[in-house]
C-alpha cells in the first residue's frame, strides 16, 4: 500500500487518539476537582481570605 491511501488511517487514528486523551483528562480533572469541592461557595470564600492573609504577612 501506499503512503497516500494509508494518510486518511493514520488521520482518523490521531483524531480518535487525541479526543481519547482529551476526554480521559476532562474525567480525571471533573472528579478532582468533584473530589475536592471546587466551585463550592465555602471554599471559594475561604482560599482568596488567607491568600490575602499570606500577602500581609509578606510585608
Request: hydrophobic fraction near 45%; proline fraction near 3%; include cysteine.
Given at each position: 500500500?501506499?503512503?497516500?491511501?494509508?494518510?486518511?488511517?493514520?488521520?482518523?487514528?490521531?483524531?480518535?487518539?487525541f479526543?481519547?486523551?482529551?476526554?480521559f483528562?476532562?474525567?480525571?480533572?471533573?472528579?478532582?476537582?468533584?473530589?475536592?469541592?471546587?466551585?463550592?461557595?465555602?471554599?471559594?470564600?475561604?482560599?482568596?481570605?488567607s491568600?490575602?492573609?499570606?500577602?500581609t504577612?509578606?510585608?
Amino acid at each position: 500500500m501506499n503512503t497516500d491511501e494509508l494518510f486518511p488511517l493514520y488521520v482518523i487514528i490521531s483524531v480518535a487518539v487525541f479526543l481519547f486523551f482529551m476526554f480521559f483528562l476532562f474525567i480525571q480533572l471533573y472528579l478532582k476537582a468533584k473530589k475536592e469541592n471546587i466551585g463550592g461557595c465555602c471554599i471559594a470564600e475561604v482560599k482568596p481570605t488567607s491568600n490575602k492573609k499570606r500577602n500581609t504577612n509578606h510585608h
